[in-house]
């Protein structure tokens, strides 16, 4: 394989996310308001634009082409700040979450393998990313940025009284893992970015870990200090303060900062897809005698965390702010191939792997060939390498010990006050849709509109992310689902006396507008973070506190957009088995889905909604707009010869609706549709500097209890 440095090789040459002309953002503000307002509103809030276009408008927009020639995107910062700056508690309100498939190779999938060998792969892509390797991410020949890359793997988030701040660890070589809420830590990479560990040590070391934390008890609420970073933000930073006065407590607080991540392993098996899904949210609840033994104690929500259950089930939970789940979803669908590339390597050795790295000539494990050149025992020593791992002791204070029982029983409040279920329907998917010539993305889309409206008689602003990442330091964009075409589809749908042609022409029509805001978003010229920006920047220069807000930030169709009822997202790979995240207000759904080739997989969220009510009636929808669909199909001019796929994904005559044959299941596609960059889909040597480097670096504190290895066991 090539050695040629080439992840970051296009950065320079994308260009600048545009900003969007301000009379053509107004215009697509206004449109998207007009279904979800009376008539009144409505002309209230054109009034607000005009007085805004007349008044501030213009100034502002000036003053923010003017901002932006120094910066790398004109939204960056204003976009950091609005998930730095919340007071919110993380864990339910921001981090997202994915789920892996099975392990491709049973034999491997025991809880302790399977954690190994994600472990591995992970630290293979650290170093095909610190070599500069890690061929980079493109969309149909387009290269997409890779800056979030670099906020992934030794990043923390820390809390302090005016918000937070990120900290990056950019040289980490030591992972984290946490049991039954204690933590461990041992070195994982050498100084050259290789694992210090075969397979078979790595499990070795973790069943240490676990036979150690688990003869510690099972009651663990009292010790389980990572239940501090469930609080709010603000509380957080008052109980952190409190730890760092003292000095051990501050060095254990340090080694789990400077992490490339957090490594859970989980003494619970979900055995429903929706146990499961909570679990890799926030963590179950379950009381013991009184006490919380729940996985929700075994979390550090700060970082990076790779979730493994006891039965081998796997997944992450993201911090949101440092990295999109675009970029989560690259990480996690090469370190699944690579289990794959594994898998066949079992079959046929001479197969390759995904990454370039090898094993480190110092792993623990590693046979050596005869005739070999010894070790340099000398460089060992330098690097102090530490892969016996050591369990961190807190120093308990009487003030810190209530601080965790107090932030066990609000984050049990939480999890009690969130209810997350899936709904993983297989009576089609992709295939049937585009057949009938619709984009999935907007076909879903349409399906959770029509859902809410047949629930609550009314539509509800809804969001939908565009990735950004064709230009620099792209994130996302706000698809706006909710437009005319919608409301006219939502209210033909609901009509029984609608004939069937109005109500799929109606539909039709919503799909092709959304892929149509979809387009325009992932090209730079959405309004949201148009206006966000302004927003932000009107308050930087001209917020005094008793200077009155712009007409158009003060009118009340603006809060009503924002207040986003159905917080939706596509992330589809076939890597995934479920993908979601809490609401993002109190009367809301969060909604993470993935459209398969023949099933589509949704996890909704809410508090104190009826969120398998929902899904239930989304299930009913999806066939019945199905029965019409092929209802309509054929009553048209067919031959006796054409077919259509039914609910169960038979191939069917469509003269006698009689089944023909199954149709084969080929392997989960990408499922964007026509748009491409909705949601988060994800498609298709050493720097002798950064050696240097990071040989020479200071290595953390050698804190924490050695837990005893035995590699026999």
Known sequence: MSQEKQTFAQQDKLPKLPIPDLEESCKKYLKSLEPLQTFEQHAASKAAVAEFLQNEG???????????????????????????????????????????????????????????????????????????????DNFRGVPLDM??????????????????????????????????????????LDPNHCALFTESSLVATLRAIVRDADELGTKVSDEALGVLSTEKRRTWSIHRQTLERNSHNRECLKTIDSALFVLCLDDVAPQSASELANNMLCGTYALQDGVQTGTCLNRWYDKLQIIVCANGTAGVNFEHCSADGHTVLRFV???????????????????????????????????????????????????????TPRRLEWAWTDAVKYSVRYAEMRLSDLICQNE????????????????HGFSPDAFVQMAFQATYFSLYGRLAPTYEPAMTKSFLRGRTETIRTVQPEVLTFVQAWSDVKAPLQTKLSALRKACVQHTKCSKESASGHGFDRHFYALSCLWQLLHGAKDAPKPSLFADEGYDLLNHVVLSTSNCGNPALRIFGF??????????????????????????????????????QYFYSIQRGLVEAFKSANVQPNQTYVDHAGNECDARTGLPISTLRRGPDELANGEAGHTGYSFYGDASDERLAHSQGMLHHADVGKMVFVSEYD
């Open 420 to 435: 997350s279920a899936v709904l993983e329907f297989d009576g089609y998917g992709k295939h049937f849709i585009t057949s």
């Open 147 to 188: 800056f979030q890359y670099t906020r992934l793997f030794g990043m923390a988030r820390i809390p302090s009284t005016n918000g937070c701040r990120l900290e990056l660890h950019e040289w980490a070589r030591h992972m984290v893992v946490v049991r039954r809420g204690r933590f461990y830590w041992f070195d994982v």
């Open 58 to 136: 213009p100034k502002l927009q000036e003053e923010l082409i003017e901002y932006a020639k120094t910066k790398h995107s004109y939204i960056e910062e204003f976009w950091d700040d609005s998930y730095l700056m919340g007071n919110d508690s993380v864990v339910l309100n921001l981090n997202p979450f994915f789920i892996l498939e099975d392990e491709p190779d049973p034999a491997r999938g025991t809880q302790l393998r399977r954690a190994a060998n994600l472990t591995l792969a992970t630290l293979a892509f650290i170093h095909d990313l610190r070599h500069e390797t890690l061929p980079p």
């Open 333 to 387: 669908a090469d370190i699944y191939t690579e289990l794959i590339f594994q898998f066949a390597r079992s079959i046929h050795p001479q197969t390759g792997s995904l990454f370039q790295a090898n094993a480190s000539p110092y792993a623990r494990g590693l046979s050596r060939k005869k005739g070999s050149a010894p070790l340099d025992q000398h460089l060992v020593q330098e690097t102090l390498f530490c892969t």
């Open 582 to 619: 809490g609401p993002v207000v109190q009367d809301g759904f969060g909604i993470g889905y993935i459209i398969h080739e023949n099933r589509l997989t949704i996890c909704a969220s809410s508090k104190h909604l009826q969120t398998q009510r929902f899904l239930d009636t989304l299930r």
